[in-house]
T-cell receptor
Framework: GQNIDQPTEMTATEGAIVQINCTYQ??????LFWYQQHAGEAPTFLSY????GLEEKGRFSSFLSRSKGYSYLLLKELQMKDSASYLC??????????FGSGTQLTVLP | GAVVSQHPSRVICKSGTSVKIECRSL??????MFWYRQFPKKSLMLMAT?????????EQGVEKDKFLINHASLTLSTLTVTSAHPEDSSFYIC??????????FGPGTRLTVT
């Protein structure tokens, strides 16, 4: 089976840096995704890691360690619009996505 | 622009009626599409994998006779919630997968059963 853990809530200040962690235990692994979801909307793709290391895309970076079953999403220069739920999702052996419970990030002025 | 569309975006129906939700892959042909449901402040839960030209694969605990999935073409999958009840009220989201692993999500359908 799949088990994905991430913190339920985080709060940070505008302009700061925040790191959202995700740990996973899966029976098969074909990559890890991070999605952003605003309330009442569908998730939007942020990043995809299948190999160990850091992937950087603008203000967002994502890291993966397959041996540790660990990933993080790093958000820099936080903006108010970054307040959202951030979902960690693992692609399993059949390439279906299993989502973590999501981390609700609140950015304060 | 949007890669996946869903229709309707919101629907309110009476208990006991059936509701059909359409999911269209706009930019590419998708042999595989997925249906998720999401309760308030909860994460997405995979309901079923929709395979073009064959039967859908349902996740454990999802009633296939209640949630009918039809994937008649490479760009369209439909989810029909039969004999809907208030507990079926939820946010239903579909996605389509291009070659590889990335999934593109539709905008979601908010179903309210009264």
């Amino acid at each position: 089976g799949q088990n994905i853990d991430q913190p339920t809530e985080m709060t940070a200040t505008e302009g700061a840096i925040v790191q959202i962690n995700c740990t996973y235990q899966t029976s098969g692994f074909n990559g890890l995704f991070w999605y952003q979801q605003h309330a009442g909307e569908a998730p939007t793709f942020l990043s995809y890691n299948v190999l160990d290391g850091l992937e950087e895309k603008g203000r967002f970076s994502s890291f993966l360690s397959r041996s540790k079953g660990y990933s993080y999403l790093l958000l820099k220069e936080l903006q108010m619009k970054d307040s959202a739920s951030y979902l960690c999702a693992v692609s399993g052996s059949a390439r279906q996505l299993t989502f973590g419970s999501g981390t609700q990030l609140t950015v304060l002025p | 622009g949007a890669v996946v569309s869903q229709h309707p975006s919101r629907v309110i129906c009476k208990s006991g009626t059936s509701v059909k939700i359409e999911c269209r892959s706009l930019d590419f042909q998708a042999t595989t599409m997925f249906w998720y449901r999401q309760f308030p402040k909860k994460s997405l839960m995979l309901m079923a994998t929709s395979n073009e030209g064959s039967k859908a694969t349902y996740e454990q605990g999802v009633e296939k006779d209640k949630f009918l999935i039809n994937h008649a073409s490479l760009t369209l999958s439909t989810l029909t919630v039969t004999s809907a009840h208030p507990e079926d009220s939820s946010f239903y989201i579909c996605s389509s997968r291009r070659q590889g692993d990335e999934q593109y999500f539709g905008p979601g359908t908010r179903l309210t059963v009264t």
